[in-house]
């Protein structure tokens, strides 16, 4: 069992900044593939980004490429997600997910077997 807490949300302005963090439990996180999501309003739960257990691969979605970065250190079992010149079109609830396939950047929500409570990002125009 995983247990997995986002941080970092928040309101920024339009090109601004932000950092979250997940922070997950347990003693084997880079048995884990992470993987961020995230869910505007009225929208489903929209992959976009995701990192192997090693850190060594990462995959992003076509709208945040180039502008998030994702990260991990596993040595303080957190995975990151730094984004730059932010949107409005970037508001919305983010997920962290925890993949047991360690090797596999999975996109999809099904593949992922533990989930974050989320954390709100609003981006002002």
């Known amino acids: 069992q995983v247990q997995l807490v986002e941080s970092g949300g928040g309101l920024v302005q339009a090109g601004g900044s932000l950092r979250l963090s997940c922070a997950a439990s347990?003693?084997?996180?880079?048995?884990?593939?992470m993987g961020w999501f995230r869910r505007a309003p009225g929208n489903e739960r929209d992959f976009v980004a995701a990192?192997?257990?090693?850190?060594?691969?990462?995959s992003y979605a076509a709208s945040v490429k180039g502008r998030f970065t994702i990260s991990r250190d596993n040595a303080k079992n957190t995975v990151y997600l730094q984004m730059n010149s932010l949107k409005p079109e970037d508001t919305a609830v983010y997920y962290c997910?925890?993949?047991?396939?360690?090797?596999?950047?999975?996109?999809?929500?099904?593949?992922?077997?533990?989930w974050g409570q989320g954390t709100q990002v609003t981006v002002s125009s």
């Open positions: 997910a925890a993949s047991r396939t360690p090797t596999i950047l999975w996109t999809k929500v099904q593949y992922y077997d533990y």
């Open positions: 990192i192997v257990g090693s850190g060594s691969t990462t």
């Open positions: 347990g003693r084997t996180f880079s048995s884990y593939a």
